[in-house]
């Protein structure tokens, strides 16, 4: 074996301290697929996809989906189903339009990109009877319904109106979960005039508990016309 310099043996013993670490390295790295701390940033038209198979739609699509009306770059978001079929996304027009679809790509959910709010679905207004008369110094009955509990908290705008003279007395009680039937809020009471007054409370039932929900009123004093009505009635946040 022919003489070899001493710094070009150094270099070799270097070299392979070098490729055992490396290797060591490459064993213990974690994996590639957790991040730990930090941001992921995507720029550029870059996108980030869940595909199903190669040939599949991506179920999860973040980052750019094709250009606006005018031709500039879109970003936006996009959510399939297994099948393929559209069901959230964040895209479209100028001002984007968040949107949910049925599996069979009708629009059940939009909010209204124009004037803000909502667009679908058209929520009905609900038309109630005008104000009943009350005569009764007992509790009377004047409306009464049937709602499934989606909400923490019930609302209700009364609608009391009496003479002068007299007073008239409202309010507004559920049926409980135990058979009771309770109060809901206040009490509201009108003497010589007429106004609307909101009963907002919680009704501590359970959620998508079925519950009936009655307005009664009493003239509590004088002997003029008194009534007792209801301008709306629906579930409200905590």
């Known amino acids: 074996?022919?003489?070899?310099?001493?710094?070009?043996?150094?270099?070799?013993?270097?070299?392979?301290?070098?490729?055992?670490?490396?290797?060591?390295?490459?064993?213990?790295?974690?994996?590639?697929?957790?991040?730990?701390?930090?941001?992921?940033?995507?720029?550029?038209?870059?996108?980030?996809?869940?595909?199903?198979?190669?040939?599949?739609?991506?179920?999860?699509?973040?980052?750019?989906?094709?250009?606006?009306?005018?031709?500039?770059?879109?970003?936006?978001?996009?959510?399939?189903?297994?099948?393929?079929?559209?069901?959230?996304?964040?895209?479209?027009?100028?001002?984007?339009?968040?949107?949910?679809?049925?599996?069979?790509?009708?629009?059940?959910?939009?909010?209204?990109?124009?004037s803000g709010g909502l667009a679908r679905p058209y929520v009905p207004v609900p038309l109630y009877p005008a104000p009943a008369p009350v005569t009764s110094s007992t509790w009377t009955r004047v409306l009464q319904g049937g709602t499934y509990l989606q909400h923490p908290r019930l609302a209700v705008g009364l609608w009391v109106q009496a003479d002068a003279g007299t007073t008239v007395e409202a309010r507004v009680r559920y049926l409980a979960a135990d058979g009771s039937t309770v109060q809901l809020g206040d009490v509201v009471t009108a003497t010589g005039t007429a106004f609307t007054q909101n009963v907002v409370a919680a009704h501590g039932q359970p959620t998508f508990s079925w519950s009936n929900l009655f307005v009664e009123g009493r003239r509590t004093a004088g002997t003029g016309a008194a009534a007792v009505g209801v301008l709306f009635a629906e579930g409200r946040q905590s």
């Open 1 to 114: 074996m022919p003489a070899l310099p001493e710094d070009l043996l150094d270099l070799i013993r270097e070299l392979q301290r070098q490729v055992r670490r490396l290797s060591t390295a490459a064993v213990t790295r974690p994996a590639l697929n957790t991040i730990s701390g930090g941001d992921v940033t995507i720029t550029d038209g870059g996108r980030l996809m869940v595909v199903k198979d190669e040939s599949g739609d991506a179920l999860l699509h973040i980052g750019e989906i094709g250009p606006h009306t005018d031709g500039s770059p879109q970003q936006g978001v996009l959510v399939r189903r297994e099948d393929g079929s559209l069901a959230f996304g964040v895209y479209g027009g100028a001002s984007q339009a968040l949107t949910l679809w049925d599996r069979f790509g009708r629009i059940v959910v939009a909010d209204d990109t124009v």
